[in-house]
Protein backbone atom coordinates (compact mmCIF):
# COMPACT_ATOMS: atom_id res chain seq x y z
CA UNK A 1 0.00 0.00 0.00
CA UNK A 2 3.13 2.58 0.80
CA UNK A 3 4.29 1.82 -2.81
CA UNK A 4 1.24 2.39 -4.22
CA UNK A 5 1.23 5.79 -2.45
CA UNK A 6 4.11 6.63 -3.37
CA UNK A 7 3.49 5.72 -7.06
CA UNK A 8 0.63 7.91 -6.80
CA UNK A 9 1.80 10.85 -5.40
CA UNK A 10 5.33 10.50 -8.11
CA UNK A 11 2.33 10.61 -10.76
CA UNK A 12 1.17 13.83 -8.89
CA UNK A 13 3.84 15.63 -9.06
CA UNK A 14 4.77 14.67 -12.89
CA UNK A 15 1.32 16.30 -14.02
CA UNK A 16 1.57 19.31 -11.83
CA UNK A 17 5.17 19.36 -12.92
CA UNK A 18 3.42 19.33 -17.19
CA UNK A 19 0.90 21.42 -16.20
CA UNK A 20 3.57 24.51 -15.18
CA UNK A 21 5.11 23.72 -17.88
CA UNK A 22 2.15 24.33 -20.31
CA UNK A 23 1.33 27.70 -18.79
CA UNK A 24 5.12 28.94 -19.04
CA UNK A 25 5.10 28.17 -22.79
CA UNK A 26 1.82 29.83 -23.23
CA UNK A 27 3.00 33.05 -21.17
CA UNK A 28 6.27 33.18 -23.10
CA UNK A 29 4.49 32.76 -26.46
CA UNK A 30 1.74 35.49 -25.71
CA UNK A 31 4.16 37.77 -24.14
CA UNK A 32 5.92 37.35 -27.61
CA UNK A 33 2.48 37.81 -29.81
CA UNK A 34 2.94 34.29 -31.26
CA UNK A 35 -0.29 31.87 -30.90
CA UNK A 36 -0.77 29.03 -28.77
CA UNK A 37 1.03 25.95 -29.95
CA UNK A 38 -1.44 24.01 -28.60
CA UNK A 39 -4.19 25.44 -31.05
CA UNK A 40 -4.44 24.11 -34.69
CA UNK A 41 -5.99 26.50 -37.62
CA UNK A 42 -9.12 25.62 -38.65
CA UNK A 43 -9.01 27.40 -42.35
CA UNK A 44 -7.90 30.57 -43.40
CA UNK A 45 -7.97 33.82 -41.73
CA UNK A 46 -10.80 35.86 -42.53
CA UNK A 47 -12.33 39.33 -42.56
CA UNK A 48 -15.93 39.07 -40.90
CA UNK A 49 -17.56 41.57 -43.17
CA UNK A 50 -16.31 39.58 -46.53
CA UNK A 51 -17.23 35.81 -44.33
CA UNK A 52 -20.79 36.97 -44.20
CA UNK A 53 -21.32 38.83 -47.28
CA UNK A 54 -19.81 35.22 -49.17
CA UNK A 55 -22.57 33.49 -47.53
CA UNK A 56 -25.44 35.73 -47.52
CA UNK A 57 -25.29 38.09 -50.91
CA UNK A 58 -24.00 41.44 -50.63
CA UNK A 59 -27.24 42.48 -51.35
CA UNK A 60 -30.06 40.62 -49.54
CA UNK A 61 -33.96 40.77 -49.03
CA UNK A 62 -35.81 40.52 -46.00
CA UNK A 63 -39.01 40.53 -44.10
CA UNK A 64 -39.17 42.82 -41.07
CA UNK A 65 -38.92 40.59 -38.11
CA UNK A 66 -41.49 41.01 -35.01
CA UNK A 67 -44.45 42.26 -37.55
CA UNK A 68 -47.80 41.65 -38.14
CA UNK A 69 -47.19 42.28 -41.60
CA UNK A 70 -44.63 39.61 -42.60
CA UNK A 71 -45.83 36.76 -40.04
CA UNK A 72 -48.91 37.19 -42.44
CA UNK A 73 -47.21 36.62 -44.97
CA UNK A 74 -45.37 33.96 -44.04
CA UNK A 75 -48.08 31.79 -42.12
CA UNK A 76 -50.21 31.92 -45.59
CA UNK A 77 -47.00 30.75 -47.62
CA UNK A 78 -46.15 27.91 -44.83
CA UNK A 79 -49.37 26.52 -45.05
CA UNK A 80 -50.23 23.84 -47.27
CA UNK A 81 -51.67 25.05 -49.99
CA UNK A 82 -54.84 22.74 -49.50
CA UNK A 83 -55.60 23.98 -46.26
CA UNK A 84 -53.71 27.26 -46.80
CA UNK A 85 -57.07 29.88 -46.12
CA UNK A 86 -58.60 27.80 -43.03
CA UNK A 87 -55.14 27.81 -41.66
CA UNK A 88 -54.91 31.68 -42.30
CA UNK A 89 -58.52 32.84 -41.26
CA UNK A 90 -59.62 30.36 -38.56
CA UNK A 91 -56.88 29.47 -36.44
CA UNK A 92 -56.18 32.61 -35.60
CA UNK A 93 -52.19 33.52 -35.73
CA UNK A 94 -53.09 35.29 -39.60
CA UNK A 95 -55.61 37.07 -40.25
CA UNK A 96 -57.07 37.93 -36.43
CA UNK A 97 -53.87 39.94 -35.72
CA UNK A 98 -53.69 41.90 -38.87
CA UNK A 99 -57.28 42.99 -38.82
CA UNK A 100 -56.53 43.84 -35.17
CA UNK A 101 -53.93 45.74 -35.82
CA UNK A 102 -55.43 47.69 -38.19
CA UNK A 103 -58.97 47.86 -36.72
CA UNK A 104 -56.73 49.17 -33.18
CA UNK A 105 -54.77 52.00 -35.44
CA UNK A 106 -56.97 53.31 -37.63
CA UNK A 107 -59.38 54.11 -34.96
CA UNK A 108 -56.48 55.79 -32.68
CA UNK A 109 -55.51 57.91 -35.40
CA UNK A 110 -58.39 58.96 -36.48
CA UNK A 111 -59.49 60.42 -33.47
CA UNK A 112 -56.42 61.68 -32.70
CA UNK A 113 -56.66 63.43 -36.47
CA UNK A 114 -60.09 64.72 -35.00
CA UNK A 115 -59.03 65.88 -31.78
CA UNK A 116 -55.85 67.99 -33.27
CA UNK A 117 -58.66 69.87 -35.93
CA UNK A 118 -61.08 70.71 -33.47
CA UNK A 119 -59.09 71.30 -30.32
CA UNK A 120 -58.91 74.99 -29.67
CA UNK A 121 -56.38 74.68 -27.13
CA UNK A 122 -53.24 73.52 -29.39
CA UNK A 123 -51.22 75.97 -30.86
CA UNK A 124 -51.53 76.53 -34.47
CA UNK A 125 -48.75 78.11 -35.03
CA UNK A 126 -46.38 75.74 -33.43
CA UNK A 127 -44.51 78.83 -31.30
CA UNK A 128 -44.96 77.73 -27.41
CA UNK A 129 -42.09 75.91 -25.86
CA UNK A 130 -38.77 75.12 -26.43
CA UNK A 131 -38.11 75.17 -30.50
CA UNK A 132 -35.33 72.20 -30.11
CA UNK A 133 -37.34 69.92 -27.92
CA UNK A 134 -40.26 70.84 -31.08
CA UNK A 135 -37.60 69.68 -33.64
CA UNK A 136 -36.17 66.72 -31.82
CA UNK A 137 -39.54 65.35 -30.88
CA UNK A 138 -41.14 65.77 -34.23
CA UNK A 139 -37.98 64.10 -35.98
CA UNK A 140 -38.45 60.77 -33.15
CA UNK A 141 -42.21 60.86 -33.91
CA UNK A 142 -41.56 60.90 -37.80
CA UNK A 143 -38.69 58.43 -37.45
CA UNK A 144 -41.48 55.94 -36.52
CA UNK A 145 -43.65 56.73 -39.28
CA UNK A 146 -40.76 56.52 -41.54
CA UNK A 147 -39.43 53.20 -40.19
CA UNK A 148 -42.88 51.66 -41.14
CA UNK A 149 -42.82 53.42 -44.19
CA UNK A 150 -39.53 51.44 -45.21
CA UNK A 151 -40.61 48.27 -44.17
CA UNK A 152 -43.14 48.24 -46.58
CA UNK A 153 -40.80 49.17 -49.55
CA UNK A 154 -38.95 45.69 -47.78
CA UNK A 155 -41.85 43.43 -48.39
CA UNK A 156 -41.87 44.60 -51.52
CA UNK A 157 -38.35 43.64 -52.49
CA UNK A 158 -38.98 40.35 -50.59
CA UNK A 159 -42.03 39.98 -52.57
CA UNK A 160 -39.73 40.33 -55.90
CA UNK A 161 -37.63 38.12 -55.65
CA UNK A 162 -40.25 35.41 -56.11
CA UNK A 163 -41.82 34.47 -60.10
CA UNK A 164 -45.10 34.33 -60.45
CA UNK A 165 -46.58 30.50 -60.67
CA UNK A 166 -50.46 29.43 -61.74
CA UNK A 167 -51.04 27.34 -58.60
CA UNK A 168 -50.36 27.88 -55.15
CA UNK A 169 -46.93 26.02 -54.02
CA UNK A 170 -45.21 25.49 -50.34
CA UNK A 171 -42.83 28.02 -49.67
CA UNK A 172 -39.21 26.54 -49.79
CA UNK A 173 -35.64 28.02 -50.30
CA UNK A 174 -32.69 26.48 -51.58
CA UNK A 175 -29.21 26.96 -50.91
CA UNK A 176 -26.86 27.56 -54.04
CA UNK A 177 -22.94 27.49 -54.67
CA UNK A 178 -21.94 30.75 -56.66
CA UNK A 179 -19.74 29.56 -59.68
CA UNK A 180 -19.55 32.91 -61.31
CA UNK A 181 -16.10 33.91 -61.89
CA UNK A 182 -16.47 37.66 -60.45
CA UNK A 183 -18.11 36.38 -57.55
CA UNK A 184 -15.31 32.92 -57.06
CA UNK A 185 -12.61 36.14 -57.72
CA UNK A 186 -14.18 38.19 -54.72
CA UNK A 187 -15.20 35.48 -52.07
CA UNK A 188 -13.58 32.39 -53.24
CA UNK A 189 -14.94 28.54 -53.59
CA UNK A 190 -17.51 29.07 -50.28
CA UNK A 191 -19.55 31.96 -52.08
CA UNK A 192 -22.74 30.71 -51.55
CA UNK A 193 -26.87 32.25 -50.90
CA UNK A 194 -29.97 31.39 -50.85
CA UNK A 195 -32.85 31.71 -53.12
CA UNK A 196 -36.83 30.80 -53.14
CA UNK A 197 -37.58 28.07 -55.52
CA UNK A 198 -41.14 28.12 -54.73
CA UNK A 199 -43.49 30.86 -56.65
CA UNK A 200 -46.57 33.35 -56.03
CA UNK A 201 -49.68 33.11 -57.82
CA UNK A 202 -50.80 36.51 -59.19
CA UNK A 203 -53.53 36.76 -56.83
CA UNK A 204 -51.49 35.87 -53.84
CA UNK A 205 -49.23 39.04 -55.12
CA UNK A 206 -52.12 41.38 -55.43
CA UNK A 207 -53.44 40.32 -52.19
CA UNK A 208 -50.21 40.70 -50.36
CA UNK A 209 -50.10 44.16 -51.97
CA UNK A 210 -53.81 45.12 -51.67
CA UNK A 211 -54.03 44.04 -48.14
CA UNK A 212 -50.53 44.09 -46.74
CA UNK A 213 -48.43 46.36 -48.23
CA UNK A 214 -51.13 48.41 -49.04
CA UNK A 215 -52.62 48.48 -45.53
CA UNK A 216 -49.62 49.23 -43.89
CA UNK A 217 -48.44 52.21 -45.68
CA UNK A 218 -52.17 53.73 -45.41
CA UNK A 219 -52.05 53.18 -41.50
CA UNK A 220 -48.55 54.70 -41.46
CA UNK A 221 -49.49 57.88 -43.21
CA UNK A 222 -52.82 58.11 -40.90
CA UNK A 223 -50.69 57.81 -38.06
CA UNK A 224 -47.76 59.93 -38.96
CA UNK A 225 -50.07 62.86 -40.23
CA UNK A 226 -52.28 63.15 -37.29
CA UNK A 227 -49.07 62.32 -34.66
CA UNK A 228 -47.55 64.84 -36.03
CA UNK A 229 -50.17 67.23 -35.54
CA UNK A 230 -50.28 66.47 -32.19
CA UNK A 231 -47.04 66.83 -31.40
CA UNK A 232 -46.49 70.25 -33.53
CA UNK A 233 -49.39 71.91 -32.39
CA UNK A 234 -48.61 71.02 -28.69
CA UNK A 235 -49.16 74.26 -26.03
CA UNK A 236 -46.82 73.51 -23.83
CA UNK A 237 -42.82 71.49 -23.02
CA UNK A 238 -44.92 69.63 -20.44
CA UNK A 239 -47.82 68.36 -23.83
CA UNK A 240 -45.38 68.43 -25.84
CA UNK A 241 -43.39 65.10 -24.49
CA UNK A 242 -46.87 63.43 -23.59
CA UNK A 243 -48.03 63.93 -26.97
CA UNK A 244 -44.93 62.79 -28.42
CA UNK A 245 -45.25 59.56 -26.21
CA UNK A 246 -48.74 59.13 -27.19
CA UNK A 247 -48.09 59.63 -30.51
CA UNK A 248 -45.56 57.32 -30.62
CA UNK A 249 -47.88 54.73 -28.87
CA UNK A 250 -50.19 54.73 -31.93
CA UNK A 251 -47.43 53.88 -34.43
CA UNK A 252 -46.12 51.19 -31.94
CA UNK A 253 -49.68 49.35 -31.84
CA UNK A 254 -48.90 46.84 -34.43
CA UNK A 255 -45.78 45.65 -32.45
CA UNK A 256 -47.75 44.83 -29.65
CA UNK A 257 -50.36 43.26 -31.17
CA UNK A 258 -48.03 40.80 -32.39
CA UNK A 259 -46.22 39.98 -29.00
CA UNK A 260 -49.35 39.17 -27.63
CA UNK A 261 -51.46 37.99 -30.12
CA UNK A 262 -49.56 35.60 -32.45
CA UNK A 263 -48.09 32.55 -31.07
CA UNK A 264 -44.01 31.92 -30.35
CA UNK A 265 -44.18 29.04 -32.58
CA UNK A 266 -45.96 31.39 -35.77
CA UNK A 267 -43.14 34.53 -34.36
CA UNK A 268 -40.02 31.62 -34.85
CA UNK A 269 -41.60 31.91 -38.49
CA UNK A 270 -40.13 34.71 -39.27
CA UNK A 271 -36.86 34.69 -37.03
CA UNK A 272 -35.99 31.22 -38.84
CA UNK A 273 -36.63 32.51 -42.78
CA UNK A 274 -33.52 32.44 -44.31
CA UNK A 275 -31.76 35.68 -45.97
CA UNK A 276 -32.92 35.82 -49.71
CA UNK A 277 -29.59 37.23 -50.65
CA UNK A 278 -27.66 37.74 -54.36
CA UNK A 279 -23.80 38.64 -54.25
CA UNK A 280 -23.28 42.51 -55.37
CA UNK A 281 -20.98 41.23 -58.30
CA UNK A 282 -23.37 39.25 -60.18
CA UNK A 283 -26.21 42.22 -59.79
CA UNK A 284 -25.90 43.59 -62.86
CA UNK A 285 -29.09 44.54 -62.99
CA UNK A 286 -28.39 47.62 -60.20
CA UNK A 287 -27.10 50.34 -62.05
CA UNK A 288 -24.00 52.03 -60.13
CA UNK A 289 -25.73 54.92 -58.82
CA UNK A 290 -28.25 52.61 -57.21
CA UNK A 291 -25.89 50.39 -55.60
CA UNK A 292 -24.24 53.65 -54.37
CA UNK A 293 -27.77 54.90 -52.78
CA UNK A 294 -27.88 51.79 -50.57
CA UNK A 295 -23.93 52.44 -49.72
CA UNK A 296 -24.91 55.52 -48.54
CA UNK A 297 -28.31 54.44 -47.05
CA UNK A 298 -27.70 57.06 -43.48
CA UNK A 299 -27.80 59.91 -45.42
CA UNK A 300 -30.44 59.16 -47.29
CA UNK A 301 -32.51 58.43 -43.97
CA UNK A 302 -31.25 61.75 -42.83
CA UNK A 303 -32.66 63.63 -45.91
CA UNK A 304 -35.95 61.36 -46.07
CA UNK A 305 -36.30 62.55 -42.49
CA UNK A 306 -36.02 65.86 -42.96
CA UNK A 307 -38.94 65.42 -45.93
CA UNK A 308 -41.22 64.04 -43.60
CA UNK A 309 -40.36 66.88 -41.41
CA UNK A 310 -40.58 69.70 -43.66
CA UNK A 311 -43.92 68.10 -45.00
CA UNK A 312 -45.94 68.19 -41.64
CA UNK A 313 -44.42 70.74 -40.66
CA UNK A 314 -45.92 72.78 -43.35
CA UNK A 315 -49.40 71.14 -43.15
CA UNK A 316 -49.51 71.79 -39.67
CA UNK A 317 -48.18 75.09 -38.64
CA UNK A 318 -49.37 78.17 -39.69
CA UNK A 319 -52.85 76.90 -40.04
CA UNK A 320 -56.64 77.19 -38.59
Not at 10 to 30: D, F, I, P, V, Y
Not at 161 to 177: D, G, H, N, S, W
Not at 263 to 289: D, E, F, K, M
Amino acid sequence: SMEKADAAEGRAGQLEEMLASNALAMETAEAAGQPDEMLEKVGEPFSPGTANESQVGGITRALPRDSVYGNAILLWLNALPETRATDFFLHGNGALPLLLSYLIQTTLAAYLMQSVVEAEALDTSCSNGSPLLRAVATCTFALLGLRDLVESYEIHLWLGEFRTVPAMELLRFQRYLDRHPRALAQYGSGAAVTRPVSGITARERAAFYVCIIGGKVAVALLVLLSGSGLVLRSPSNHDLILNAVAAGFVMEQDELVFALCVSHTAQAYGSNCPLIGLHAARVARYSASRLKLFDRWAWVSVALLSAVVGITTGLWCGTG
